[in-house]
């Protein structure tokens, strides 16, 4: 993308129904903006992290090598779901005439505060991959022991990058106060990003305590773990997020409708996160398959199969379990379709697509964004990745 597609008003959008989409004109405008977006987001973050990783260089040539690593986590990919929310948060309240390289840094910082989420969620769930390559923890661990050092190379991994997912969140807070909007307004958004953050270490917290505690866990608790650890960084906070850059207060009819289509999206993602992680493919999604039935988290998914099981089908599913291999893994993802649970599941989405549907139609809002968000919550929702 040339710098030019975002220094005018707003993203380029191609008018509907070009043809390398048919008469689908919510893939055509989502094939015009996702491009644009993400590359505007990347270079913002690629800038901002090469004079952050010389900065640090300059106190210990080993910082060096520390901070390219962060930096590196930040920009191994990633489909920059919540920029893509804020952006359109923002151009529904703002509309079309709003220059946005004032706020471009704000919505990149998102991606700043998923790294470190990714990054901790990683080493507390022992990930192996991440996006098809070896997570943080394990990289590092690795390096450790090629270089000979001193120590658990494991040990060493997991808090080297404790230390990069706490950096990539002091980068977030430095990157956000760079959008040049007025001081009171970034007060209103400041608090909006503070409740985001609060909101994604309690969902985190709530879904360790799960982990440890799943035979006394609930569809609605499983629930509210997808909600704070999921839909509130994910979808709801980053569109409220986008508003308040516009200036659109807490009290606004925007606000409402934000709030109710981004907790349905959010959690029809993580629902659908559920599914993917028992039945995806590897090689699309860049993570093991089945990674929730061997640790037995209590996700909407497996909670659901042990309420909708026979008592034969719970003793199976009594099995889960640290070490499972991979023929028992299958089997036990065939178990949980059979009780009915994947059915379910596939409805609860359903659902959630069309409350947040709902929620558009509440307020006046210009097509374009309409269009984009309706075509968000079918491709958050509807994907293998």
């Keep these: 993308m040339a710098n030019d597609a975002v220094a005018g008003n707003s993203l380029r959008v191609a008018p509907a129904g070009r043809a390398a989409h048919g008469d689908d004109p919510v893939r055509a405008v989502l094939a015009a903006y996702t491009k644009d977006l993400v590359t505007a987001v990347e270079e913002t973050l690629a800038a901002f992290l090469a004079d952050e990783v010389d900065a640090l260089a300059e106190i210990d040539s080993a910082m060096g090598g520390f901070a390219a690593t962060a930096r590196d986590c930040v920009l191994a990919g990633g489909k920059r779901v919540r920029p893509t929310f804020a952006y359109w948060g923002w151009r529904g309240a703002a509309g079309g005439a709003e220059p946005l390289p004032a706020v471009l840094p704000a919505f990149a910082a998102l991606e700043l505060l998923h790294t470190f989420a990714l990054v901790h969620d ?62 009171a307004r970034l007060l209103h958004v400041r608090r909006c990003y503070d409740q985001m953050r609060v909101e994604t270490i309690a969902g985190q917290y709530l879904d360790v305590l799960g982990e440890s505690d799943a035979a006394n866990w609930s569809v609605d608790r499983a629930l509210r773990v997808a909600r704070y650890k999921t839909a ?154």
């Design 232 to 385: 509130s960084y994910t979808v709801q906070r980053p569109l409220l997020f986008g508003a308040r850059l516009a200036g659109v207060g807490g009290d606004a009819p925007l606000t409402t409708a934000y709030t109710r289509y981004g907790l349905a999206v959010g959690e029809a993602f993580q629902l659908c996160d559920d599914l993917l992680d028992v039945y995806g493919d590897p090689a699309t999604t860049g993570k093991p398959t089945g990674d929730d039935l061997r640790t037995g988290k209590p996700t909407v998914l497996l909670t659901l199969a042990r309420q909708l099981a026979t008592p034969s089908q719970r003793r199976a599913l009594g099995q889960l379990g640290v070490g499972a291999g991979d023929a028992q893994v299958a089997r036990l993802a065939e178990l949980v379709a059979d009780t009915g649970a994947v059915d379910r599941v596939e409805r609860m989405i359903s659902d959630r697509v069309a409350e947040a549907l709902d929620a558009l139609d509440t307020v006046s809002i210009d097509e374009t964004t309409r269009t984009a968000l309706t075509g968000l919550a079918t491709a958050a929702t509807n994907r293998r990745a």
């Design 122 to 183: 990683d080493v507390m769930d022992a990930s192996a991959t991440r996006r098809g390559r070896p997570t943080a923890h394990v990289s590092l661990a690795a390096r450790h022991a090629a270089a000979g050092h001193r120590g658990d190379p494991h040990r060493f991994g997991e808090t080297v990058a404790v230390l990069i997912g706490d950096l990539c969140m002091v980068w977030a807070d430095r990157l956000l106060a760079r959008a040049t909007v007025p001081p």
